[in-house]
């Protein structure tokens, strides 16, 4: 089983700074992953698929990026809207197997 | 545009059965590739995925759940059903329904792109 392991737990960013956060693969999952952003009460919204292509209708201050077993999402300049919980996820194509991280908190400063 | 709607009872007792439905309107559950999908979270935890199911396939489990599931699509009321049995308290959690979708840029990679509010459960006697 691939383990994902997302870093920082909680990240406190300035509103107009930039969030980097963080996701590991326990093994190369070459670009198989995707990112979510998770707000209390809501259902999770995909943000990124593919490591790095946007989903629809995602501001382009959201960006993924890496291959392998090291991926970032980074948010270049923090809005209020962006406070939540953001995962990253892994899967093997067939047969389809999914994985989450664990999450990092964005909270503004 | 799909929209999904989890339905079922909000409380299940220990040893029971947990039995959810998830209601797709705007499309059909066996049109196109997409794998119907079940995720779950519990309180103060991360997501967790619990199986899916093609269009009209067979399913996928968690390893971790796979003898205690059963997930499985319905078309004639186009909606797909997650079936959890022999429940405990640790099966209480927010469900969710989801379509696990492909997006073709140099290959074809995927997410969950359409999602239902979530269905929290309860178990407990």
């Known amino acids: 089983e691939t383990v994902m392991t997302q870093s920082p737990a909680t990240l406190s960013v300035s509103p107009g700074d930039r969030a980097t956060l963080s996701c590991r693969a326990s093994q190369s999952i070459t670009r198989n992953l995707a990112w979510y952003q998770h707000k209390p009460g809501q259902a999770p919204r995909l943000l990124i698929y593919?490591?790095?292509t946007r989903a629809s209708g995602v501001p382009v201050r959201f960006s993924g990026s890496g291959s392998g077993t090291d991926f970032t999402l980074t948010i270049s300049s923090l809005q209020p809207e962006d406070c939540a919980v953001y995962y990253c996820q892994q899967y093997i194509n067939w047969p389809p197997q999914l994985t989450f991280g664990g999450g990092t908190k964005v909270e503004i400063k | 545009q799909v929209q999904l709607q989890e339905s079922g009872p909000g409380l299940v007792k220990p040893s029971e059965t947990l039995s959810l439905t998830c209601t797709l309107s705007?499309?059909?559950?066996?049109?196109?590739?997409?794998?119907w999908t079940w995720i779950r979270q519990s309180r103060g935890r991360g997501l967790e995925w619990i199986g899916s199911?093609?269009?009209?396939?067979?399913?996928h489990y968690n390893p971790s759940l796979q003898s205690r599931v059963i997930i499985s699509t319905d078309t004639f009321d186009n909606n797909f059903s997650l079936r959890l049995t022999s429940v405990t308290a640790a099966d209480t959690a927010v469900y969710y329904c989801a379509r696990y979708s492909g997006f073709y840029v140099d290959h074809w990679y995927y997410g969950l792109d359409v999602w239902g509010q979530g269905a929290t459960v309860t178990v407990s006697s």
């Open positions: 705007g499309g059909s559950v066996s049109s196109g590739s997409y794998y």
């Open positions: 199911v093609y269009s009209s396939g067979t399913p």
């Open positions: 593919g490591a790095s």
